[in-house]
């Protein structure tokens, strides 16, 4: 499979605890986005690498938040002192080069805070 | 499974029929679309694009509608079949050097397939 893989699928943890993500994009993509969804609603960015640079996060990503892409391939987001509001789908999703091409969406990661 | 569009719009139609998904999008500034289809459980799967120099593209029994007058898009699919159920986003990218790609979704629509 050369789609974008996440890891855990699901994630279930008690309030309080720290959890991390990891999302490995399509390889030859430069481009790295992470989106929240909640029941209901569309995908909501979080933030953006190009290569390992970290160029835009959103007012979203609050200071618990940290994500990571250390060689310009796989990515790691972070919560920390998680809350009953973290709970949601993650998703990670590729593209490569300019803003015009489609990005790809990994199946994301479901967490839920106990 | 995941219990997606408590509030959304939904769409039931009859295998084979053709369907209509629309969507308004917000940025006048927006260059590019795109609409996905969303399973239960699975994360956005790309359908097709469009950018804002056009105003309609064809892609395997999809089309996509642009009218950038009234910030409008559609999604057109032919034949419908009873797999094209799921829950259908637009999607928007903003112009200019400082959005980065990021996509800004639509509501969503649920579209319900009967055999």
Redesign the interface.
Same mark, same amino acid.
């Given at each position: 499979d050369t789609g974008v893989s996440q890891d855990p699928r699901h994630k279930i943890t008690k309030r309080g605890q720290n959890v991390t993500f990891r999302c490995d994009p399509i390889s030859e993509h430069n481009r790295l986005y992470w989106y929240r969804q909640t029941l209901g609603q569309g995908p909501e960015f979080l933030t953006y690498f190009q290569n390992e640079a970290q160029l835009e996060k959103s007012r979203l990503l609050s200071d618990r938040f940290s994500a990571e892409r250390p060689k310009g391939s796989f990515s790691t987001l972070e919560i920390q002192r998680t809350e009953q509001g973290d709970s949601a789908m993650y998703l990670c999703a590729s593209c490569q080069g300019g803003g015009g091409q489609p990005q790809h969406f990994g199946d994301g990661t479901r967490l839920s805070i106990l | 499974g995941?219990?997606? #569009?408590?509030?959304?719009p939904t769409l039931s139609v009859q295998e084979g029929d053709n369907s209509i998904i629309n969507c308004a999008y917000s940025n006048s500034a927006s260059?590019?679309f795109?609409w996905?289809k969303q399973e239960s !459980?699975? !994360?956005?799967?790309?359908i097709i694009?469009i950018?804002s120099n056009m105003d309609k593209r064809q892609g395997q029994r999809v089309t996509v509608l642009l009218n950038k007058t009234v910030k409008h898009l559609s999604l057109q699919i032919a034949a419908t079949q009873p797999g094209d159920s799921a829950v259908y986003?637009c999607?928007e990218?903003g112009a200019g050097g @400082?959005?980065? #790609?990021?996509? @800004?979704? #639509?509501? !969503?629509t649920i579209l319900t397939v009967h055999p």
């Open positions: - | 995941e219990s997606v #569009g408590l509030h959304l260059d590019y795109i996905y !459980g699975k !994360g956005p799967q790309f694009d950018r986003f999607a990218k @400082t959005s980065y #790609g990021k996509l @800004t979704f #639509g509501q !969503g």
